[in-house]
């Protein structure tokens, strides 16, 4: 089985958008339209969120590849951090933000969910992903946060290397799974 995780396209937002429903930008569709050029999938899994499902959908249709939308597969909910922008939290709670950089487990953000909620919800989808499509190339269109979340998981890093791990817009990461241990 072979699964590749594909962060959505730019939305034109700057700040944690988490789970607020955006639109992707022009730009957002190219770069998705570009990432997948050429590559090949048998099925899609793709979050709910428009700014992922919209390209999911548009790639099925023009594929021809089965499609399925599974909430599980949204982006980490930030709460009161939603839609604020990163500089005014930065100024306004620097020490609050730096402590969540560097342990989001134990310093998140006001409101936020929980990342053992985070986690058990992305893990149960991989899971069900991994049991229904053993042995298929699964594409899986989801969120920067998602994406970190699972590869800290997968190379059994610990969840304070998210800040680390570049995940630009509509980048393409392989992903093992099952994850060998938890993180």
Do not use: K
């Given at each position: 089985?072979?699964?590749?995780?594909?962060r959505h396209g730019d939305t034109?937002?700057?700040?944690?958008?988490?789970?607020?429903?955006?639109?992707?930008?022009?730009?957002?569709?190219?770069?998705?339209?570009?990432a997948v050029e050429g590559r090949?999938?048998?099925?899609?899994?793709?979050?709910?969120?428009?700014?992922?499902?919209?390209?999911?959908?548009?790639?099925?249709?023009?594929?021809?590849?089965?499609?399925?939308?599974?909430?599980?597969?949204?982006?980490?909910?930030?709460?009161?951090?939603?839609?604020?922008?990163?500089?005014?939290?930065?100024?306004?709670?620097?020490?609050?933000?730096?402590?969540?950089?560097?342990?989001?487990?134990?310093?998140?953000?006001?409101?936020?969910?929980?990342?053992?909620?985070?986690?058990?919800?992305?893990?149960?989808?991989?899971?069900?992903?991994?049991?229904?499509?053993?042995?298929?190339?699964?594409?899986?269109?989801?969120?920067?946060?998602?994406i970190r979340l699972l590869r800290?998981?997968?190379?059994?890093?610990?969840?304070?290397?998210?800040?680390?791990?570049?995940?630009?817009?509509?980048?393409?990461?392989?992903?093992?799974?099952?994850?060998?241990?938890?993180?």
């Open positions: 089985m072979s699964i590749e995780l594909l034109g937002q700057r700040s944690y958008r988490g789970q607020l429903d955006d639109a992707l930008s022009e730009l957002g569709w190219s770069q998705l339209r570009a090949t999938w048998d099925t899609i899994v793709s979050s709910s969120l428009q700014r992922c499902a919209a390209f999911a959908r548009e790639l099925s249709q023009a594929r021809g590849v089965p499609l399925r939308i599974d909430a599980r597969l949204a982006e980490y909910h930030f709460g009161a951090w939603q839609g604020v922008p990163i500089e005014r939290i930065a100024e306004e709670q620097g020490d609050v933000l730096a402590r969540f950089w560097a342990d989001p487990v134990n310093h998140p953000p006001p409101g936020a969910e929980t990342f053992e909620a985070f986690s058990a919800r992305l893990c149960s989808a991989l899971d069900d992903i991994a049991a229904q499509e053993a042995g298929r190339r699964v594409l899986v269109v989801t969120h920067g946060g998602a800290c998981r997968a190379e059994q890093r610990s969840y304070g290397d998210m800040a680390g791990i570049e995940v630009p817009h509509a980048s393409l990461h392989p992903l093992p799974w099952p994850a060998a241990v938890s993180a």
